[in-house]
């Protein structure tokens, strides 16, 4: 086998760049902010789809272009995803005018050998959806039959066979997306592979109809999954985690550099935001508001991605965290980055110390140096507001938590996680026996329908609020008709400061029920066995405190009459993987777990936690209506001042009207529906007096503090902080 490279010579590669589409690009709606470097590439709509895109012979990586190509190997499996990235470089290291291997008859016997079984497979209508390279494989056969047809004139009449029944397959596999167009049933890194599949399937068999469908998807329906600061659906309406994003965004970009599709092009600079607020400085892809059980802790945050934002933006931020990767590109993106490239850019290094609203979540983010926090208030089962349409719900299931935190440190394998918590759930059991999948919960109920969310996020505090019904969803039983969900409501109620996160956490039967368990659960994690992370000791410092490297949790107070509980086990469910533990809080005393309960209408069970750095002095908190069907008021009280944070668990406006001792003399109140935020509170005889009306599933915030900033109303959001530390403005 031989590992073939571009070397340093490679007289092809001096070709003097082409120069398509500039002023286009330029005049494209909300791009006139990105600078573009005089004679760079950028894609214009209505080039042959076949032309290919020149690479900057000053690409400081270009030995790494057609590195992956195995010539002289007879190794092929016919599937996966590095395959599926060497037929996309053999075709261009066969066909490339700059390519030093152009028409090397040892390039074209390893491209054909990699496309034999596949498209055997295709003909005999196996593997029509193959994901890791079912789009490099129609697009090599449409180039070839473009440019080279006497290399496949004697397997074109059954390869055409086998391209028509791909496209055939996935139209009618995924017609709720190329037929329909409908957002929510959009699996977004998984369906723009499908629909250049089906497209460049379309030309290399020369029916427009298969090339109009694919084309009318990737263009009109999904850039609507990149919203709010950038991020991306997953599968429906759920936030892609870093490493998917990647994929969405590095696919994105071959289709807008095929095609020129503007709105394609507009909606990958929308995604700038979306690494620099969701990966830490020191490498930390938070994972919280992602997909319940498709975390990763691997790695891969988003990188490439970032890398080629900046060469199209000259944006510092993304090249802060793209530069890791410039001189050693995986395959998958170094032709991306060799056509893109920008000399000369300078990194900018991120915030820290503050607390944002961010619109892909729908949350705040805080970030404190080596720690912070996240909470979503996201629904992952209806649209967004950036989407004006009514109707159908996402594909896929609920959240699995609303808020995680995280401790950063010294790099470590796979990144700069020491420790995090994954995720906070009430949990119902529906069934006997043991539990054998934590993170999908075969035997429990914990993912949410039907959610009632508010969130506040000011200068140095965020807030969350959510009533939700537990529903009988997982995720290998997904369908668009999400049913009535369980009898149970799940209510959380967060506050979140700089020191700490706090929240009130509760289960309640609707009508009479009939349970195997009932429990909270929260996970802590350190990363995944072999990939990220080191293995840690859970230690209990002190009755009801866990500590797993420098995060603590801690049990202030609970109505969970059974007892606690650890469990180790891992992200990505290997046997071998107990880099996680589970804490569980239990309703049950005695009776094992095939013993049902009834619990009779209007059962509440509550859980009051606190997180955050062990070195932080633990908090006051206390659960003020503990057996109020209307109000869930939580209180907290640290050394940076006291907060009340109030929520109308109703589905109409309550008044809410109470008074207390005011410590400092200086309490304000905050919530969305007040003008400009917030409202001093009078304080008479140090006693201050709280009277609101709060609309239905609403919350609001009372804070007592001597800080004058702890009662700034204004929301701060990616442009305000990011802004202060960079002096260039980016707005999607």
């Known amino acids: 086998m031989q590992i073939i490279s571009s070397g340093s010579s490679g007289s092809r590669f001096g070709f003097h760049l082409l120069v398509f589409g500039l002023a286009y690009f330029l005049g494209m709606p909300g791009l006139a902010r990105a600078e573009v470097e005089p004679g760079a590439f950028r894609p214009q709509a209505g080039r042959p789809v076949w032309e290919m895109p020149p690479l900057d012979p000053g690409y400081l990586s270009r030995a790494k272009v057609f590195a992956s190509i195995k010539l002289g190997s007879d190794k092929v499996s016919g599937r996966g995803f590095k395959e599926g990235d060497e037929i996309f470089n053999c075709l261009y290291a066969y066909l490339h005018p700059q390519s030093e291997y152009r028409d090397d008859p040892r390039v074209l016997a390893r491209l054909r050998r990699l496309l034999e079984p596949r498209f055997a497979g295709y003909v005999a209508g196996e593997n029509l959806n193959d994901l890791g390279s079912v789009f490099q494989a129609q697009y090599a056969y449409m180039m070839l039959k473009q440019h080279r047809p006497e290399v496949v004139a004697d397997r074109a009449e059954a390869w055409d066979r086998g391209a028509r029944n791909v496209a055939e397959h996935i139209l009618n596999d995924r017609r709720l997306v190329f037929e329909d167009r409908v957002l929510g ?101 938070e994972q919280s508001t992602a997909i319940p059980y498709d975390h990763k802790y691997n790695g891969i945050r988003g990188q490439h991605a970032a890398l080629l934002k900046a060469y199209l933006t000259g944006d510092g931020y993304n090249y802060f965290f793209g530069r890791e990767v410039e001189f050693n590109p995986k395959p998958a993106f170094a032709l991306l980055l060799a056509v893109y490239h920008r000399r000369g850019l300078e990194a900018k290094s991120p915030p820290s110390g503050f607390v944002v609203h961010d619109r892909a979540i729908h949350g705040p983010r805080g970030r404190f140096e080596n720690w912070g926090f996240v909470a979503t208030g996201r629904d992952p089962q209806t649209p967004g507001p950036e989407h004006v349409f009514a109707g159908y719900q996402g594909a896929m299931c609920g959240k699995g938590t609303f808020v995680g935190a995280f401790m950063t440190g010294p790099p ?289 915030v009372v804070v007592d503090g001597p800080e004058p900033g702890s009662h700034r109303g204004e929301t701060l959001y990616f442009e305000d902080v990011f802004d202060a530390a960079s002096g260039a403005r980016i707005t999607p």
Not at 225 to 235: E, K, M, N, Q, S
Request: charged share 20%; no cysteine; aromatic share 8%.
């Open 412 to 700: 470590l394998k796979g990144g700069s996680l020491h420790a995090a918590l994954d995720g906070v759930t009430v949990r119902v059991r529906h069934k006997p026996g043991l539990e054998t999948d934590w993170q999908r919960g075969h035997k429990h109920r914990f993912l949410t329908q039907d959610e009632r969310t508010s969130t506040l996020a000011r200068p140095v505090f965020g807030t969350l609020a959510a009533s939700y019904r537990l529903s009988d969803r997982r995720s290998a039983t997904a369908t668009p008709d999400w049913g009535p969900g369980t009898g149970w409501l799940g209510r959380q109620l967060w506050l979140m400061t700089p020191e700490r996160i706090v929240g009130l956490v509760q289960v309640y039967a609707e009508s009479e029920q009939r349970a195997y368990g009932l429990d909270t659960r929260a996970v802590l994690t350190t990363g995944r066995r072999n990939v990220s992370g080191v293995w840690r000791e859970l230690v209990q410092p002190r009755p009801h405190a866990y500590r797993l490297g420098d995060l603590e949790l801690r049990k202030h107070a609970a109505s969970f009459r059974g007892p606690e509980a650890v469990e180790r086990f891992g992200v990505m469910k290997h046997p071998e993987d107990d880099f996680s533990a589970q804490i569980t809080w239990s309703d049950q005393r005695h009776e094992g777990p095939d013993t049902p309960t009834v619990y009779p209408a209007g059962t509440t069970r509550w859980t009051l936690l606190e997180v955050g750095p062990s070195d932080r002095g633990e908090a006051r908190a206390v659960n003020l209506n503990p057996e109020d069907p209307v109000w869930a008021v939580l209180e907290v009280e640290a050394a940076e001042g006291l907060y009340r944070v109030i929520h109308n668990l109703s589905d109409h406006p309550q008044r809410y009207a109470a008074g207390f001792a005011s410590k400092s003399g200086s309490v304000s109140l905050h919530a969305e529906w007040l003008k400009g935020g917030r409202r001093p509170l009078r304080v008479e005889d140090g006693r201050a007096s709280i009277d609101l009306a709060v609309p239905a599933h609403g919350h609001a």
């Open 185 to 285: 049933a959009l699996w977004l890194m998984a369906d723009i592979r499908f629909g250049m599949a089906v497209y460049f399937a379309g030309v290399a068999i020369g029916d427009r109809e298969i090339q109009a469908q694919a084309a009318g998807a990737i263009d009109l329906l999904m850039p609507r999954a990149v919203i709010g600061d950038g991020g991306t659906h997953y599968l429906g309406f759920q936030n892609e985690v870093p490493t998917y994003h990647e994929v969405s965004i590095g696919y994105l970009a071959w289709w807008w550099t095929l095609t020129g599709s503007p709105t394609v092009g507009e909606a990958i600079l929308k995604s700038l935001p979306y690494v620099p607020l969701s990966v830490e400085p020191s490498g930390f892809q």
